[in-house]
């Protein structure tokens, strides 16, 4: 079983920047799929990014946050991490990490990820 938490949401004003952090417990990540998901009010959630332990590969990204957020991982601290940059109202949601179990491909759909987090708020003022 992994354990997933997220830190780093608050309230930060259009243009500016925030980090979220994952730590994970229970077992080592480091074979496992990462990925962050948003759910905004009154809407579905949605995929934000993904990255697989082949970090060298790079992170997989939605197109709505392509270019402004990077996605990375600390293998030894057993930590995933979203940067994001350059924020706007619309990036206002409660941010999701998740994890896979079998070290797949970085896939977009929720039912990839086994474990979650319980979420932080992201809200972004105009």
């Known amino acids: 079983q992994v354990q997933l938490a997220e830190s780093g949401g608050g309230l930060v004003q259009a243009g500016g920047s925030l980090r979220l952090s994952c730590a994970a417990s229970?077992?080592?990540?480091?074979?496992?799929?990462m990925a962050w998901f948003r759910q905004a009010p009154g809407k579905e959630r949605e995929f934000v990014a993904a990255?697989?332990?082949?970090?060298?590969?790079?992170?997989t990204y939605s197109d709505f946050v392509k270019g402004r957020f990077t996605i990375s991982r600390d293998n030894a601290k057993n930590a995933l991490y979203l940067q994001m940059n350059n924020l706007k109202p619309e990036d206002t949601a409660v941010y999701y990490c998740?994890?896979?179990?079998?070290?797949?491909?970085?896939?977009?759909?929720?039912?990839?990820?086994?474990?979650w987090g319980q979420g932080t708020q992201v809200t972004v003022s105009s």
């Open positions: 998740a994890a896979d179990d079998d070290g797949g491909r970085p896939v977009r759909n929720e039912g990839g990820y086994v474990y």
């Open positions: 229970g077992r080592t990540i480091i074979t496992n799929t």
């Open positions: 990255i697989g332990w082949a970090t060298w590969r790079g992170g």
